[in-house]
């Protein structure tokens, strides 16, 4: 279960191109490290979003915004090391895990985010859909 949320790190940029031509932004959540202490667990993440004023492979770049902090979840401690085994042997989370921080990332970030670009005049990078992750095969 998630108890916080920490948007410690805010850089937005933008590139000389025409704002005018952007496209909505690539987003890309990256959870860069998971540690864990006792039935704590924190995950570092990176949020990005990258302006284009096209949709074509050669499309310059207009701006960025980026966000990092941390997200800390509470877990039995059961839990807790099976989280930091799977993270330890192939990087990634369990499902039901991933989606609440992907979810809450993608709430809080685009939030937070709305108002860097709105002051750079870049599209807000607002996700409406609820994010819903399949097991690879």
């Known amino acids: ?9 805010i850089q937005g940029k933008i590139e000389a191109g025409e704002l005018a031509k952007q496209r909505f932004p690539k987003l890309n959540i990256s959870l860069d490290a998971v540690n864990a ?14 302006y284009f004023d096209s949709d074509a492979k050669d ?3 207009v701006g960025q915004l ?13 839990n807790t090391a099976s989280i930091m085994k799977r993270w330890q ?12 921080i992907i ?8 939030a937070t985010g709305t108002l860097v670009a709105y002051a750079l005049g870049l599209i807000p ?3 409406i859909s609820t994010t819903k992750i399949q097991e690879g095969k």
């Open 1 to 9: 279960m998630i108890t916080g949320f920490t948007i410690s790190n």
């Open 37 to 50: 202490e006792s039935t704590k667990i924190r995950v570092d993440y990176t949020f990005i979003a990258d």
């Open 59 to 61: 499309a310059k770049s």
């Open 66 to 78: 980026k966000l990092g902090g941390l997200v800390e979840l509470s877990e039995s401690k059961e």
């Open 89 to 100: 042997e192939k990087k990634t989370l369990p499902i039901e895990v991933a989606e609440e």
């Open 103 to 110: 979810n809450g990332l993608n709430f809080r970030c685009s």
């Open 125 to 127: 990078p607002l996700v």
